[in-house]
Nanobody, 127 residues
Framework: VQLQASGGGLVQAGGSLRLSCAAS????????LGWFRQAPGKQREFIAA????????YYADSVKGRFTFSRDNTKRTVSLQMNSLKSEDTAVYYC?????????????????????WGRGTLVTVSS
């Protein structure tokens, strides 16, 4: 399973970007997908997640109301629309999936809940 995050770039504060995460590889069933970010010198931070069954979404308080999930099941792509960007949103953004090969309950905000990670995409917000 390969994940590819894209859509990062340089944007001014108040602007918008749309990140995408595309999955490829062997056939698998997705339980959930999460977005995390990591700023220089900081720990990886949960941003948003979606549970595939039911489409339930979760957002960190820091991005709630500004970031929104969308997904395309046929293309196996998930997008994260980021609006009203702030300088503190500057980070490398990662997408991760949890496949149904993992069992048990999990907390979508924990990086350890996910079994596949993509390479990050850099988002830089200038003030």
């Amino acid at each position: 399973v390969q994940l590819q995050a894209s859509g990062g770039g340089l944007v001014q504060a108040g602007g918008s970007l749309r990140l995408s995460c595309a999955a490829s590889g062997r056939t698998f069933s997705v339980d959930g997908l999460g977005w995390f970010r990591q700023a220089p010198g900081k720990q990886r931070e949960f941003i948003a997640a979606i549970r595939w069954s039911g489409g339930f979404t979760y957002y960190a308080d820091s991005v709630k109301g500004r970031f929104t999930f969308s997904r395309d099941n046929t293309k196996r792509t998930v997008s994260l629309q980021m609006n009203s960007l702030k300088s503190e949103d500057t980070a490398v953004y990662y997408c991760a999936i949890r496949t149904l090969t993992l069992s048990g309950t999990y907390n979508v905000t924990f990086p350890t809940a996910y079994d596949y990670w993509g390479r990050g995409t850099l988002v830089t917000v200038s003030s």
